[in-house]
């Protein structure tokens, strides 16, 4: 397993935020059950929603105050709203999934507030790299310490994002170890 650090600096903007708004390829789950490690809630979060429709994206984070959350991106808002309407309420890990639509609706900084900063910078490079299996966030520093499956592929996510400007304030300097 090969590790990256960065570091970056705050910012607003727009962001995601889940509501129980109109249809939306995008679902946000919460009541799940804290314990579950990220790479198996993936999974078995894939291993459930695929059956409805392609799920393109799963996005769950370990940050203390996204704990027991995730947001599930389908291919289209007709499959989403599917899953939605089959698994409100299923029983996943013994506890019953809430299930909403996710909006673009409010502010990053409104997101960052209701969220947390290290949750939504974990959630934009979970987006941008796949490969990431964790994202350790250092308190207060702006720093993060990555963990990929590979070292060859932490050395292309260096290649691929150290510089990158993730927002007028958000810049990624990677260093692989």
């Known amino acids: 397993m090969a590790v990256a ?3 970056a600096t705050t910012s ?8 129980s ?6 679902l946000y789950i919460k009541n799940i059950e804290g314990k579950i490690k990220k790479p198996e809630l993936r999974r078995q979060l894939y291993s ?12 769950a984070t370990r ?10 991106v389908f291919e289209t808002p007709t499959i989403a709203n599917a899953a939605k309407r089959a698994l409100s309420g299923f029983s996943f890990y013994g506890k019953g ?3 909403e639509y996710s909006t673009g609706g409010k502010s990053r900084a409104l997101l960052r507030r209701e969220l947390g900063e290290e949750a939504v910078m974990e959630m934009e490079l979970e987006q941008r790299f796949v490969d990431i299996t964790e994202v350790k966030n250092e308190d207060d520093t702006w720093s993060a310490t990555i963990k990929f499956d590979s070292q060859q592929t932490a050395q292309a996510a260096q290649s691929a994002l150290h510089g990158v400007q993730l927002d007028p304030m958000y810049t990624l300097d990677l260093h692989v170890s």
Not at 12 to 18: E, L, R
Not at 49 to 59: A, T
Request: zero cysteines; aromatic letters at 8%.
């Open 21 to 26: 708004a109109a249809p939306s390829p995008t």
């Open 97 to 99: 999934l809430d299930i």
């Open 63 to 72: 940050a203390p105050s996204m704990r027991g959350q995730a947001f599930v």
């Open 5 to 7: 650090s960065t570091s």
């Open 48 to 59: 459930l929603f695929s059956s409805y429709g392609r799920v393109l994206d799963i996005v």
């Open 12 to 19: 607003n903007g727009n962001g995601a935020s889940p509501s």
